[in-house]
């Protein structure tokens, strides 16, 4: 084990940051600012720690810092696994393959849980569309994202794929150009009451879920990301890279267990 006293520059050293909530089951996180606070909690208690950093959580697989204040990463020995369905959201900044990889593989090598039930694919937002939004998207711009997540499903770490806020033309033209075809779109119910029809009618005709969500417009805006970790320098400033939210809920009876999300930031110097 190492040790270090001085945690806040283990961070400020760190060329990227990996921080875990924890279980957040009995918070509610419904805003962009409630999720950057409890982000904000964990970092502070994570630095207050003295105690030694043990080596399991000091780098993540990318070689980063990993914070997290959870003792028990096991899952319930009480239930099978097959018991559980894991549902992981994961909002991207940028259509990055490798990124949606570490993301993914962080949430089953951190709670040893083999695979993720289904997985909702939440894409970058742009300055006229930020996420959460209806839009419109070629397969093409997310062809190398898609295709990394079908190879982890083909490894057997995603069970089912979805996809969030795509309008009716963005959805038939994933279904037509690839093998592996989203089983649900979630959509958001603040912009929208009802599903626009010819999305209805698509999906039904195709078994896609139009699955809802009410997830904040732009779910971590970059500037309220910098309040999140100490500062190190002046021109040295956090990207978000990704932010995964998961849920364990037993089968059948739909009681959630288990609650919290994964936030990916790495450091760039400003030009």
Same mark, same amino acid.
Request: glycine letters at 2%; charged letters at 25%; hydrophobic letters at 35%.
């Given at each position: 084990?190492? &040790?270090?006293?001085?945690? +806040?520059?283990?961070?400020?050293? /760190?060329?990227?940051?990996? @921080? ?7 918070? $509610? ?21 003295? &105690?030694?950093?043990? =080596?399991?959580?000091?780098?993540? &697989?990318?070689?980063?810092? !990993?914070?997290?204040? *959870? ?36 949430? @089953? ?6 695979? $993720? %039930? ?8 742009? &300055? ?5 939004? !209806? ?5 093409? %711009?997310?062809? +190398? ?11 057997? !770490? $995603? ?16 279904? *037509? ?6 089983? /649900? ?22 078994? @896609? ?12 805006? +970059? %500037? ?7 500062? =190190? ?14 849920? /364990?809920? $037993? ?10 999300? !994964? ?6 110097? +400003?030009?």
């Amino acid at each position: 084990m190492q &040790s270090f006293t001085n945690k +806040e520059q283990v961070i400020a050293d /760190a060329g990227s940051v990996t @921080i875990h909530s924890g279980n957040i089951l009995h918070k $509610i996180l419904r805003t962009s600012q409630e999720i950057c606070q409890s982000f904000c909690g964990t970092v502070k208690q994570w630095t207050a720690d003295k &105690s030694e950093i043990p =080596s399991i959580t000091t780098q993540c &697989s990318h070689g980063g810092v !990993f914070i997290n204040n *959870e003792k028990d990463t096991e899952w319930s020995k009480e239930r099978n696994r097959d018991d559980i369905k894991l549902t992981v959201k994961l909002f991207l900044w940028k259509n990055d393959a490798e990124i949606v990889k570490e993301a993914v593989l962080t949430v @089953i090598d951190y709670y040893q849980c083999e695979k $993720i %039930d289904l997985l909702l694919l939440s894409l970058p937002p742009t &300055s006229n569309c930020p996420h959460n939004t !209806f839009r419109s998207v070629k397969y093409q %711009d997310i062809r +190398e994202v898609w295709i990394q997540l079908c190879n982890l499903a083909a490894d057997g !770490f $995603i069970t089912e794929l979805g996809v969030c806020d795509m309008d009716e033309p963005s959805l038939k033209d994933i279904c *037509e150009s690839s093998d592996v075809k989203p089983v /649900a779109n979630q959509i958001n119910l603040q912009e929208c009451c009802h599903p626009p029809k010819n999305l209805s009618a698509y999906a039904s005709e195709h078994h @896609i879920k139009l699955l809802t969500h009410n997830d904040p417009n732009d779910v971590l805006p +970059e %500037d309220t990301l910098q309040f999140v970790l100490p500062a =190190s320098d002046k021109n040295r400033s956090w990207k978000p890279c990704y932010l995964t939210r998961y849920s /364990a809920v $037993i089968r059948l009876r739909e009681i959630v267990m288990l609650k919290g999300y !994964f936030l990916c930031m790495k450091a760039t110097k +400003e030009s």
